[in-house]
């Protein structure tokens, strides 16, 4: 429907339209991903650009360049990885976690869903993943009062990623954390699974406008242990170009109206 049709619904045609968009997301909800464990794919050599090891507690940042792939490679079982996207042409448009949500009907990425911005366009694709549990909902650490300022945390290290590229507290929204297992009990209380997600677990994003990225390499705040196990790796590579076909572009109405504002944006 246009924008003057939807002017013109009734309430019962607003809440018909509603419930029709909810039983279309169900029924899409096996497109995207599943639990079962994937392993990262190999990648050729020819197609790296980069590889960065991410030490434990430290964040990385780094311009990414639309169609170039990332992969974010949780090499020793940290719980929880943070990321934050920008437009790298317009900082001012960033990661919306609440379009993410709201238009894909989930608060739970995986593979085939896309990372919004706020201005409707998708900044990120994820293509696949090993089937791990991400949340979108919790956030990250700060340092608790009385802790050293030299204690890591996801909000410091994101800020300072974000320092890197000349952007500050005000740029910074609330993001996607990938690698964390975070699952609700019958009452709808958040909860920790330690299982859901393991050393090797892998996300690949691939960037469909210019980015600026962030990652902190800092465990989710529901998790047991505030201390990183180890280093990740963030590797750029060239992947798959985007298909007419491709599953993260036709999978739901949304998202193809989402590209289609992506497209017209990089076509100036």
């Known amino acids: 429907m246009n924008g003057a049709s939807l002017d013109s619904l009734t309430p019962a045609q607003y809440r018909e339209r509603y419930d029709a968009l909810v039983r279309d997301a169900r029924a899409n909800a096996p497109l995207f991903g599943g639990t079962e464990r994937r392993t990262a794919p190999s990648i050729p050599a020819e197609a790296i650009r980069s590889r960065d090891a991410i030490p434990a507690g430290w964040y990385w940042s780094a311009r990414v360049a639309r169609g170039t792939t990332l992969r974010i490679l949780n090499t020793s079982g940290t719980p929880g990885i943070a990321a934050f996207f920008w437009s790298a042409h317009d900082p001012s448009e960033?990661?919306?976690?609440?379009?993410?949500?709201?238009?894909?009907?989930?608060?739970?990425?995986?593979?085939?869903?896309?990372?919004?911005?706020?201005?409707?366009?998708?900044?990120?694709?994820?293509?696949?993943?090993?089937?791990?549990?991400?949340?979108?909902?919790?956030?990250?650490?700060?340092?608790?009062?009385?802790?050293?300022?030299?204690?890591?945390?996801?909000?410091?290290?994101?800020?300072?990623?974000?320092?890197?590229?000349?952007?500050?507290?005000?740029?910074?929204?609330?993001?996607?954390?990938?690698?964390?297992?975070?699952?609700?009990?019958?009452?709808?209380?958040?909860l920790w699974a330690n299982a859901a997600c393991a050393a090797g677990d892998f996300v690949d994003l691939r960037a469909e406008m210019d980015l600026i990225v962030a990652l902190s390499n800092t465990p989710h705040p529901l998790a047991q242990t505030r201390v990183a196990l180890g280093p990740i790796d963030a590797i750029l590579w060239d992947g798959p170009a985007l298909a007419p076909d491709d599953p993260c572009r036709t999978a739901t109405v949304e998202a193809r109206r989402a590209f289609e504002n992506t497209d017209a944006l990089v076509r100036g």
Request: hydrophobic residues 35%.
């Open 94 to 190: 960033r990661y919306c976690l609440g379009d993410t949500v709201k238009i894909q009907w989930s608060v739970r990425p995986s593979a085939g869903r896309v990372l919004l911005s706020d201005m409707g366009r998708v900044l990120a694709s994820l293509v696949a993943d090993s089937g791990c549990t991400h949340d979108t909902l919790l956030g990250g650490t700060i340092r608790d009062p009385g802790e050293a300022e030299s204690a890591r945390n996801t909000r410091d290290n994101l800020l300072l990623a974000a320092g890197k590229h000349g952007l500050g507290k005000r740029d910074l929204a609330p993001f996607v954390t990938f690698f964390a297992g975070v699952d609700t009990d019958s009452s709808g209380r958040f």
